[in-house]
């Protein structure tokens, strides 16, 4: 079956909780266990967490490894709430930090951690290119990648029989989002093309049950030139407003579908050619979105040098 897109964040209070509440707790321990076996020279330094949920598994990787610093991140405030809760009771505020930001373009140092993990979140993403291209970003060369998520299955049918087979005890509501969750994840194939779409062809691919895939490895020493992707530099920023002032560059090919930010975007080509919808801007040109209008798509259709003003977060993806 066809992917169908799912909402990219919880925002519904009920609805995080109803997730932290469900019985998670054999998936969770079966990825920190996973990381242990697959990485286990690694005993110190920093871990992100993108997408932590009720942080659930930052507390037991905090746990497994004492001598690890872990960021947590999520872009769900109700979820993040939860996260602070979940670490404050478990004793670990000093190493292991929530904070709520929402991919791409993560404000937090470039390629400054040792590690990159996330469980259950690129089905979440519109565009699954921006996960990937964060996962490069954030990760230090030569750094270490977990990343699992679910298998979208053959059909709403075989969907159906997983919610019952394996949320068959949960809430309603939980059932509810686990059915929405496979239809909104990507096959084994597709996860495939877009690491290797990424420059991360040395990642294993691979199957970790019937019903979830799992990518690990190493980040290359340099991602391949000439691979389709993202760079930005953070030029200014106003903690109050959240406004930022950044250089971005894309290369040719790179693309997102659609954006909606939630303030105004002013943007002024420096160099190459920058597709939005139907329009294409050149060097010079000078564009502005309003906050709260879905655009899109766009597409780098040469190599392009952007000055980007975003007053508000700039977080493509309805």
């Known amino acids: 079956m066809d992917r169908a897109r799912e909402p990219e964040l919880m925002i519904d209070p009920a609805q995080a909780l109803a997730y932290a509440r469900a019985d998670l707790a054999q998936?969770?321990?079966?990825f920190v266990d996973r990381f242990r076996t697959t990485f286990p020279k690694m005993t110190s330094g920093t871990i992100v967490d993108l997408g932590c949920g009720p942080a659930d598994i930052p507390v037991r990787l905090a746990r497994t490894l004492p001598e690890c610093i872990i960021t947590a991140v999520?872009?769900?405030?109700?979820?993040?709430?939860?996260?602070?809760?979940?670490?404050?009771?478990?004793?670990?505020d000093q190493r292991v930090r929530p904070l709520c930001l929402r991919l791409p373009m993560l404000p937090l140092a470039l390629q400054s951690y040792d590690?990159?993990?996330?469980?259950s979140l690129v089905h979440h993403i519109p565009d699954p290119f921006l996960f990937w291209n964060e996962v490069v970003r954030l990760g230090r060369p030569t750094g270490l990648v977990l990343v699992m998520d679910l298998?979208?299955?053959?059909?709403?049918?075989r969907a159906q029989e997983m919610v019952e087979k394996y949320m068959a005890h949960e809430a309603p509501l939980v059932k509810r989002d686990f059915y929405s969750a496979l239809c909104a994840s990507f096959t084994l194939r597709e996860v495939r093309a877009q690491v290797r779409a990424r420059g991360l062809g040395g990642l294993v691919c691979e199957m970790a049950s019937?019903?979830?895939w799992i990518v690990w490895g190493h980040l290359p020493r340099a991602v391949?030139?000439?691979t389709p992707g993202a760079w930005t530099l953070l030029l200014n920023k106003d903690p109050e407003s959240r406004s930022r002032t950044l250089a971005v560059r894309y290369t040719k090919g790179w693309e997102v579908m659609e954006s909606l930010h939630d303030g105004t975007v002013e943007v002024l080509v420096?160099?190459?050619?920058?597709?939005?919808?139907?329009?294409?801007y050149g060097p010079g040109d000078y564009f502005c979105v309003p906050?709260?209008?879905?655009?899109?798509?766009?597409?780098?259709?040469?190599?392009?040098?952007?000055?980007?003003?975003?007053?508000g977060p700039l977080t493509p993806g309805p």
Do not use: C, F, Y
């Not at 590690?115 to 469980?119: I, K, L, P, T």
């Open 27 to 30: 998936v969770n321990q079966g």
């Open 74 to 92: 999520d872009g769900s405030e109700p979820m993040i709430a939860l996260a602070q809760q979940a670490v404050k009771e478990a004793g670990l």
């Open 115 to 119: 590690a990159v993990v996330s469980n």
């Open 151 to 157: 298998l979208r299955p053959e059909s709403p049918e």
């Open 210 to 212: 019937d019903r979830r």
């Open 224 to 226: 391949p030139k000439g």
């Open 270 to 280: 420096l160099e190459g050619q920058w597709q939005v919808g139907p329009i294409v």
């Open 291 to 311: 906050g709260g209008v879905v655009h899109g798509p766009e597409r780098a259709l040469t190599d392009v040098r952007l000055l980007v003003v975003s007053h």
